[in-house]
Nanobody, 115 residues
Framework: QVQLVESGGGVVQAGGSLKLSCAAS??????MGWYRQAPGKQRELVAT???????NYRDSVKGRFTISRDNGKDTVYLQMNSLKPEDTAVYYC???????????WGQGTQVTVSS
């Protein structure tokens, strides 16, 4: 059974930093990453990382956010710097299981950036 435990959300002023963590268990995951959803908007990809370390970012976070993973701990991190009010959203951990390429979502963690 796949379980995802997220942590690290909160409230920060514009220009500040936060680090999100997501610990996964129950399988081996080929892709780990983060999506976000702001009120009234569709869920959007923020960043993903493969087992080998290949990363993918949405353009608006490039240069500000850094995704990383600890394969030994099956944990993915999202370091968010220079946060902007438009980064305010619920951030969801996302993983793709190697066994069958099914994807799984965390419960979400709120990130609020005040201006």
């Amino acid at each position: 059974q796949v379980q995802l435990v997220e942590s690290g959300g909160g409230v920060v002023q514009a220009g500040g930093s936060l680090k999100l963590s997501c610990a996964a268990s129950g399988s081996i995951f080929v892709i780990m990453g983060w999506y976000r959803q702001a009120p009234g908007k569709q869920r959007e990809l923020v960043a993903t990382i493969t087992t080998s370390g290949n990363t993918n970012y949405r353009d608006s976070v490039k240069g500000r956010f850094t995704i990383s993973r600890d394969n030994g701990k099956d944990t993915v991190y999202l370091q968010m710097n220079s946060l902007k009010p438009e980064d305010t959203a619920v951030y969801y951990c996302y993983v793709v299981r190697r066994l069958d390429f099914n994807n799984y979502w965390g419960q979400g963690t709120q990130v609020t950036v005040s201006s």
